[in-house]
């Protein structure tokens, strides 16, 4: 019903900035009747954990470990969302997955890696 695909990962020194995008295709009726989008991520031996969301009004929220590095921001005519993330640090290495919430169902994009490194 939904397909979503990242782009934007890499590799990044600490203090580096990148910028994850996701776009959503699929059914248009279903695509444009998105809920909530976001971006979630998991490190090597940790659980997935939400980094940030924003719902189709616009409102947003932040995991405590992001807040004032990472904006999320979402399109809602082209159905994309972004996580611009600054001030990178090695701890924020992770598989980043973008998610999508359609009529309480989730739908989740393949993932991007993200490594910061020197």
């Known amino acids: 019903q939904v397909r979503l695909v990242e782009s934007g990962g890499g590799l990044v020194q600490p203090g580096g900035s990148l910028r994850l995008s996701c776009a959503a295709s699929g059914n248009i009726f279903s695509i444009k009747n998105i809920d909530n989008m976001g971006w979630y991520r998991q490190a090597p031996g940790k659980q997935r954990e939400l980094v940030a969301g924003?719902?189709?009004?616009?409102?947003?929220n932040y995991a405590d470990s992001v807040k004032g590095r990472f904006t999320i921001s979402r399109d809602n005519a082209k159905i994309t969302v972004h996580l611009q993330m600054n001030s990178l640090k090695p701890k924020d290495t992770a598989v980043y997955y973008c998610?999508?919430?359609?009529?309480?169902?989730?739908?989740w994009g393949q993932g991007t890696q993200v490594t910061v490194s020197s």
């Open positions: 998610n999508a919430v359609l009529r309480s169902r989730d739908f």
């Open positions: 924003i719902t189709s009004g616009g409102t947003t």
